[in-house]
């Protein structure tokens, strides 16, 4: 199957290499949410212009992340907190899951489709654009916003991101 790509986004953008990544409600701990939301936001509204997608959209838009890793901030800080016996605070295990970044952007976005997210081994963008095609092929979406994604090991270093909106040129 013949992928088109509708668009594309990278973080940091090329033209503005030291840019600060966005504040996303609920994730304050490390860069990894504001991280795939930045770049899925950039991806959108380079087609779509401000959020939400058109109503009959949202449901046949698919949503793929392929990262080198998780959240490792994040799960440090709990790691920190079992070791210190202390309790872990709630938030902190929510942000931990690497879903609930693209539920950020799904809420935002009104995006209802398939959501898939894989750990990448090897070629991280050619894992992103195999998913969106296992995803397409399925008949379960017309568009699927794929994230591949580096994450850094800190906030100071949130790591890179690309996104792509695939369709198969049938919508």
């Given amino acids: 199957m013949e992928l088109i790509i509708e668009t594309r986004a990278q973080w ?11 504040e996303v409600p609920r994730f304050d701990t490390s ?9 899925g936001e950039r991806c959108l509204t380079d087609r779509y212009g401000a959020p939400p997608l058109p ?28 070791a210190g016996q202390r309790q872990v605070p709630k938030p902190l295990l929510f942000q931990n899951v690497p879903s609930t970044a693209l539920g950020h952007l799904s809420a935002v976005w009104g995006l209802t489709g398939p959501l898939v997210a894989t750990l990448a081994i090897g070629d991280l963008l050619a894992a992103a654009r195999t ?10 979406a017309d568009q699927v916003l794929a994230i591949a994604a580096d994450p850094g090991d800190s906030p100071q270093a949130p ?8 369709t198969t040129g049938r919508t």
């Fill in 159 to 166: 790591g890179t991101a690309w996104a792509h909106l695939f």
């Fill in 55 to 82: 109503l009959a959209l949202g449901p046949r838009t698919a949503l793929v992340l392929a990262a080198t890793r998780g959240d490792v901030v994040t799960q440090a800080a709990i790691d920190d907190a079992v």
């Fill in 12 to 22: 940091p953008p090329p033209d503005a290499p030291t840019a600060r990544l966005p």
């Fill in 131 to 140: 998913t969106a095609a296992r995803v397409l092929a399925t008949g379960d």
């Fill in 31 to 39: 860069a990894f949410a504001p991280l795939l939301v930045a770049v």
